[in-house]
């Protein structure tokens, strides 16, 4: 059995190197080079890629290797579309229930995700900016959607680096502006403008993505 500090170690090094965009999709990985590169056997390298495969990240080909999987248009629109339903529904749950939210720590989320705009450093914006969006939703207590959310998370900061990446003539950290109405709205209690912003920022999401035929 292969030592889990290992399998850890392997995992943590290919999927940051998959986020960080050093492994671009459509790269084949090579579980013998990693095992060679990282001075370990192949069980722990195959059993990280297996991890990354339930994720989503990579995908197996028979007899050619592993393939560093596309993250297309519409999935990400999905992902981030049901990331957005999740938050509604949170601060419909907020409301009705009169949940206190942490607002101390969404602010520092805030400041840390302004702060990454500053020093151009596109990956801890986007770490922070769905640390928001988590921060908010954890406050109900919804086990499950914050389970289906981790799983989203490292896709949409993968397709939204190599985006990044990718189109340079782009404005970019948009979600500075949403995320700071957002936390506006909410320390004054009002959650049914967070509502609309959030609505109206999905809407603007998908609007630009059609228009540059992203799905």
Do not use: C
């Not at 722990?44 to 050619?64: C, M, Q, W």
């Not at 914050?146 to 989203?152: C, D, H, S």
């Not at 990044?164 to 404005?171: A, D, Q, S, W």
């Amino acid at each position: 059995m292969a030592s889990q500090s290992l399998v850890s170690t392997a995992y943590t090094i290919l999927k940051e190197r998959i986020i960080e965009g050093r492994l671009l999709p459509g790269t084949l990985i090579s579980e013998n080079e990693i095992a060679d590169e990282l001075k370990m056997s192949r069980t722990p390298v195959r059993n990280a890629i297996t991890h990354l495969e339930s994720e989503g990240l990579v995908v197996s080909l028979k007899n050619r290797g592993v393939l560093v999987k596309e993250i297309l248009g519409k999935e990400f629109l999905d992902m981030y579309e049901a990331t957005m339903a999740m938050l509604v529904y949170t601060l419909d749950v907020i409301r009705e229930r009169g949940i206190q939210l942490n607002l101390a720590r969404l602010e520092d989320i805030l400041d840390k995700q302004l702060q990454a705009e500053q020093a151009d450093d596109y990956l801890s914006y986007i770490k922070h900016s769905m640390l928001f969006i988590k921060a908010v939703v954890s406050s109900i207590q919804n086990q499950a959607m914050l389970a289906v959310m981790e799983g989203y998370v490292d896709k949409i900061s993968m397709a939204a680096y190599l985006n990044y990446m990718n189109t340079p003539y782009v404005k970019h950290y948009s979600a500075n502006e949403l995320n700071r109405s957002i936390f506006r709205a909410l320390s004054e209690g009002k959650e049914d403008e967070a509502k609309r912003i959030v609505k109206d920022a999905l809407a603007t999401a998908r609007d630009r993505m059609l228009a540059n035929g992203q799905f």
